[in-house]
């Protein structure tokens, strides 16, 4: 079994053993009181759900088992422990020699999530082999009746849909399903089945998604769906995902990248999908795949439910509204000398008109997100790529305007940007122009988290997620006492 299970069985006694005395000694304790308020608010702010990889701040923001975003930077291990920068060499080359480096693989992010603890630089590796290694023992490309019903597929197809039924399908080889098929398993053994099937959902990842992206360059251009990159054993899961898009050396090159840009494109990829992994579990996706998996739904159905909720325009789809904001704004701004004034009138303009501005506001967030700030700090630190990129430049202008109208508007419960108001634009300024596509590129890393979650509500062994509801002759009675 692989050294990051190893990890997971040794953290599961402990852990199990706290949530039974909670459970035994004080379940009785109240939390939160229910209002009629909050039952007919989307349960906002209501401490109902039990999560362990991620904690949400609403003025700190994002907390990885208590690593903030920074702490991750200059904790988890990154791109140096495949050699990078030295050459070709392979990846695992005397990696625990190195040091911590500012960025962090994605990777190192599944083993804290699935762990709770930071790997070392050998552990991070060894999830990256491991995940390889499921993909060739599938003979380096997705399972064939997987290509097979997602070529059948219209072309036009919404790319969400195309990677929920790549999901579904890749679900005809669930260990959990079949394990639980056959009656072999006991409770208390669930969640090994369960990581398995997460670590070859997420292994698969990559190859889903440039299957969809080739579907999606097939119809723009009216050809064919050809594959745009090539998948390679020796890379890393993030850099694998950029070639089957098309963005590295590995690659069609599709949009014509520098050396340079491409080596950047594979750094924005392992940023955004390292810290987009989790936001704890009232998200919409995390939620959605925690309860669907409460049904002992096996990891491949809960998480393909978890990306649908993802392509919601509020949720995961704010990028592309973004993308489509800004360049609106661009076109109708672009001969004119853009002034604070300007775009605060065009934000006016929204708001009359019922809209709202995307990537700002957050149900719990009540500053500008981390996750936002992270990606602007990418584009800041690379100013001879984005100094002259007038989408870019808007969106951060934006961010300096758009705060004060929502203020003003006083509707909103956080006027700040969220990090779609940054994610979606930097994709774009690469060449990632089909904003559909930008919501399977979330997916990707949004896996991450509810997919580690869901191996302990296994290990815990949770029960089946069934709140009660009220009609609305029950509410008005109860309101009334
Ligand atoms: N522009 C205009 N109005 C807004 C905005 C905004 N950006 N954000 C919230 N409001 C309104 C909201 O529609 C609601 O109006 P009403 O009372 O008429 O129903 C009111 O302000 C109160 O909403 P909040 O309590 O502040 O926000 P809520 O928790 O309900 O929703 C979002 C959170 C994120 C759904 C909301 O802020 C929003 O729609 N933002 C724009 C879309 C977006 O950026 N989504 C990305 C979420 C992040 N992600 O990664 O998924
Ligand atoms: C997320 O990353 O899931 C979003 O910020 C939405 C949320 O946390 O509700």
């Known amino acids: 079994s692989s050294q990051m299970k190893r990890a997971v069985a040794a953290a599961i006694p402990e852990k199990r053993a706290a949530l039974q005395s909670l459970r035994r000694d004080h379940a009785a304790v109240p939390l939160d009181t229910l209002t009629v308020g909050s039952v007919l608010g989307g349960m906002r702010g209501a401490r109902a759900l039990f999560w362990g990889g991620t904690t949400l ?22 791109p140096e422990i495949l050699g990078e920068g030295a050459g070709e060499s392979s990846p695992g080359e005397s990696a625990d020699a190195l040091s911590p480096s500012p960025q962090f693989l994605p990777e190192s992010m599944l083993w804290l999530l699935m762990t709770g603890r930071p790997p ?25 009746e997987v290509s097979r019903a997602m070529r059948a597929l219209p072309r036009d197809l919404h790319p969400m849909t195309q990677l929920s039924v790549g999901l579904s399908v890749l679900q005809r080889n669930s260990q959990f399903a079949r394990a639980y098929e056959q009656g072999k398993l006991g409770k ?49 899961w993030s850099y694998n995902l950029c070639s ?66 993802l392509a919601g325009p509020l949720h995961g789809l704010a990028a592309q509204e973004v993308v489509r904001f800004l360049e609106s704004l661009q076109r109708q701004l672009g001969g004119e000398k853009v002034t604070d004034s300007l ?21 719990v967030l009540r500053r500008a997100d981390p996750r936002f700030t ?96 009220v009609d609305l002759g029950q509410l008005m009675k109860l309101a009334r006492g």
């Not at 701040?57 to 990154?78: D, N, T, V, Y």
């Not at 070392?120 to 399972?143: D, F, Y």
Request: charged residues 15%.
């Open 57 to 78: 701040s609403p003025e700190q923001g994002i907390r990885f088992h208590g690593l903030s975003i920074e702490q991750c930077q200059a904790q988890l291990p990154g």
């Open 120 to 144: 070392s630089p050998a552990e991070a590796l060894s999830v990256t082999r491991l995940l390889n290694e499921r993909i060739e023992s599938q003979g380096g490309a997705l399972p064939p």
């Open 188 to 236: 208390a053994d669930y969640w090994a089945p369960t990581y398995e099937d997460a670590i070859t959902l997420i292994a698969n990842l990559p190859l889903l998604a440039g299957e969809v992206y080739s579907t999606v360059q097939a119809q723009a251009t009216g050809t064919t769906p050809q594959p745009l990159g090539q998948w390679r054993a020796d890379r890393d």
């Open 244 to 309: 089957l898009l098309g963005y590295t050396a590995d690659s069609a090159n599709i949009r014509g990248l520098t050396a340079e840009q491409q080596r950047d494109f594979v750094a924005l990829m392992r940023l955004y999908t390292g810290i987009h992994a989790d936001h704890e579990g009232g998200n919409v996706s995390a939620h959605t795949t925690h309860l669907v998996g409460s049904a002992l739904a096996d990891p491949f159905l809960a998480y393909a439910a978890g990306a649908n909720g």
């Open 343 to 363: 775009l605060s009138d065009q934000l006016w303009a929204l708001l009359r008109a019922g809209q709202v501005i995307p990537g700002y506001g957050h149900a």
């Open 374 to 469: 992270a990606m602007l700090r990418f584009a800041q630190a690379r100013p001879a790529e984005f100094g002259a990129d007038p989408h870019v430049q808007l969106m951060v202008r934006l961010s300096r305007v758009a705060p004060a109208v929502l203020r003003e508007h006083g509707r909103c419960n956080n006027p700040h940007p969220n990090v779609d108001a940054a994610s979606g634009i930097l994709f774009h300024h690469y060449g990632v122009r089909e904003l559909l596509f930008f919501t399977v590129i979330f997916a990707c890393s949004r896996a991450l988290g509810p997919l580690a979650q869901l191996v302990w509500d296994r290990a815990y062994g949770l029960p089946i997620e069934r709140p009660k509801s």
